[in-house]
Each structure stands twice: as structure tokens, then as C-alpha cells.
């Protein structure tokens, strides 16, 4: 299963090759600075998944790390 930001980013890529595909660089060049921030997006939605995860169970050290790991594949 993929996560929101992680079908956000995909639909970003494909909209950066379709605008350059059909001449539209501005347009592409725009989406593709905003893919160049996709780690650091991704990696605070983890966190928060993580942290959600975390605060709905008492052992709160590896519970969200692990629910992450289940659902995300990671």
C-alpha cells in the first residue's frame, strides 16, 4: 500500500511528463522543483504516521515503527 503523499508525488511525475511531453516546460520545470523536495516530504509523512501510531498504544517506542513497516512496506 502506498501512502497519500506517496500517490501525491507519483501523480506530480506523471504531470511533469505529460506538461513536458506536450511542450509545456515552464509548467514541467515548476512540478519537477516541487518532486525535488519528495524525500523530505516523504519522510515527515512517515513520522507522522509513526507518531499517530504511537499514540493510540502504550508501548509507544516501537509500536509505530512497526505498524509503518506493516502497512507501508518499508
Known amino acids: 500500500m502506498k501512502t497519500a503523499m506517496q500517490l ?8 511533469s511528463k505529460a506538461s513536458r511531453n506536450a511542450g509545456d516546460i515552464e509548467t514541467a520545470g515548476l512540478i519537477d ?3 525535488e523536495r519528495k524525500a ?4 515527515k509523512e512517515k513520522e507522522q504516521i509513526i507518531n499517530a501510531a504511537n499514540s493510540t498504544y502504550e508501548d ?3 509500536w509505530g515503527e512497526r505498524y509503518y513497516k506493516q ?3 518499508e
Not at 501525491?8 to 504531470?15: D, I, K, R
Not at 523530505?40 to 519522510?43: F, I, K, P, Q, R
Open 8 to 15: 501525491l508525488f507519483e501523480e506530480f511525475e506523471s504531470l
Open 40 to 43: 523530505v516530504a516523504l519522510e
Open 33 to 35: 522543483f516541487l518532486c
Open 71 to 73: 502497512k507501508y512496506g
Open 60 to 62: 509507544k517506542t516501537t
